[in-house]
């Protein structure tokens, strides 16, 4: 099994949908036709019963022992919020929509692991962006860890730290390097190039 202290470089892996009117970058200001798309395929998706996740734009690993995380932009948001919505039968309401398409941060979620129930306390994410540290505005970490598959052997635990980032302060298009910094030491980096998702 792999040490816990083992940090290894991902890159992303994004499940998107290649459709009409979607964006090929991060949108920051979806237009109304784009906005309208990313509902529609949220809706389609439902109707053939898959997960709101699926519109997650993931990095790392796929096991569940592997460094990773997922980010969420506003289109994506928005088909997740659609596809979810139809799943229990309903529509995305107004303010809803409106309020992923006026939002002013993008959440990146990643999981990383210790072997001690609050290891993650204190750990820290940036964006790197050719060379330029981006900073969030909040990070969330799990204060109690939960026990990993390994247990009793490590990585016992398993965390979330979940950082948000001002759309205004990272560039859109760019490639990045999503780093995390554990409270316990070391760090660990993912390649996701920007330009490439919605």
Known sequence: MRSVGHWAVGSVAAFLLSIGDLSVA???YPSQTQIQAALDRGAKAAAQHQPPE???VR???NEDLDFGGFLVTKIGGLSV???????????PSATDIAQLVDATTMLVSAVIFGDSPAFAVESYMVL???GSAIKPVTVRVDGQATRTTAWPDSPKFMAKVVAAFKYADFDPNAHTIITVFPATGGELR????????D
């Open 54 to 56: 699926k519109w997650y």
């Open 128 to 130: 790197d962006q050719e």
């Open 190 to 197: 993912f390649a996701v190039d920007f330009g490439d998702i």
């Open 59 to 61: 990095f790392g690993g």
């Open 81 to 91: 919020l659609a596809t979810h919505m139809a799943l229990r039968g309903h529509e």
């Open 26 to 28: 991060i949108e920051v």
